[in-house]
């Protein structure tokens, strides 16, 4: 079983790479973006059973620092 | 003074604070492997230095904050024993819960490393008794990761607290209201990016750090 967390900084932190990135798009000619936020993807495998809350306490232990980071988690189906 | 360094894979001033420490208090400290689970007994001073620990994976500090050593440094900051955490040390201070906020890239994504002037917001603390409120230090600074972020409200306590030790003078890397070292609420754990381990004798170019040194030495020992 795969999961993945989707970590993002929160609301109001500066995001000193956004911007950067979005300063490249403009530089290359795309003028239709508003804003820029980067974060990061950590795609799990997972023994079968791991339950959502232990990926959560995973996430507040060590994957995303909830001083400034908000993280979202997705379950991979897998067939 | 017993002091201790820990070292980190990845740590590259550990020995520049080790010589700092033993010119100043005259005793070679103990290093001490992040895989350890103790510090040596009746150690009653921490430093955790600069470099890269684990080459800054994830986060800068966040892997050399979980490692088995932080435990027993955690455990000695809240007996009191004081702790100083520079340049890497301070991101994994922050990491580990030592001290509030968070330390991110650089506003100008470069890394910055330069001479800095800064401020002694604070002499009355243990790390800082060297000095003369207000006075003007310079210290080198070298990093990426520098840019000091907390919530305005975690900054107003800072503040008001006089927990906001060292300030620049001029910009450097974007931090909340120039915020170059801060103390926890306690006083007894201080984080700061620049580095007073560079500029402890004169062939460094400036003796600035050396007083913070001293002066811990007078309140420790």
Redesign the interface.
Known sequence: MKARVFITLKNGVLDPQGKAIHHALEGLGFSGVNDVRAGKMIELDLTDGTSDADIEDMCRKLLANTVIENFRIERLETA | MKSAVVVFPGSNCDRDLAVALEQITGRKPAMVWHKDAELPDGTDFIGIPGGFSYGDY??SG?MAA?SPVMTAVKEAAERGVPVIGICNGFQVL??AGLL???L??????SFVCRNVPLRVENSQSLFTAGYQGGETVTFPVAHHDG?Y??DPEALDRLEGEGRVAFRYLEECN?SARDIAGILNDAGNVLGLMPHPERVVEAAHGGTDGRRLFEGLLETVA
Do not use: D, H, K
């Open positions: 994830l986060r966040a979980r922050t990491e509030p906020g968070a991110m890239r650089n506003a100008r994504l840019n972020q907390a974007g």
